[in-house]
């Protein structure tokens, strides 16, 4: 059973946005903290923001001021706004608990960002 699904990738030029999205099912949502992951290729996949049940957000420094980490408890929806995307944020991004440990990952979101 899918349990996490996460969608709103695309390409995008330098200096764009970008809105992901991550459905959840109940189970995953009411661990608590979650979080958007990314791997690169040939990169080991990296937390890129986590939220608190109650919102508390923390942020990688390369993202920090340009992304924005929310959640909606009742949708059991993560988002992820990606304000003034650089090159090197090319990467798929994937959604989960605060872990380790995780729950079975899904299948990400590309984002690529090339002019």
């Known amino acids: 059973q899918v349990q996490l699904v996460e969608s709103g990738g695309g390409l995008v030029q330098p200096g764009g946005s970008l809105r992901l999205s991550c459905a959840a099912s109940?189970?995953?949502?009411?661990?608590?903290?979650m979080g958007w992951y990314r791997q690169a290729p040939g990169k080991q996949r990296e937390l890129v923001a986590r939220i608190s049940s109650g919102g508390n957000t923390n942020y990688a420094s390369s993202v920090k001021g340009r992304f924005t980490i929310s959640r909606d408890n009742a949708k059991l929806t993560l988002y992820l706004q990606m304000n003034s995307l650089k090159p090197e944020d090319t990467a798929a991004y994937y959604c989960?608990?605060?872990?380790?440990?995780?729950?079975?990952w899904g299948q990400g979101t590309q984002v690529t960002v090339s002019s």
């Open positions: 109940r189970s995953i949502f009411s661990i608590g903290a």
């Open positions: 989960n608990v605060d872990g380790p440990p995780f729950r079975p």
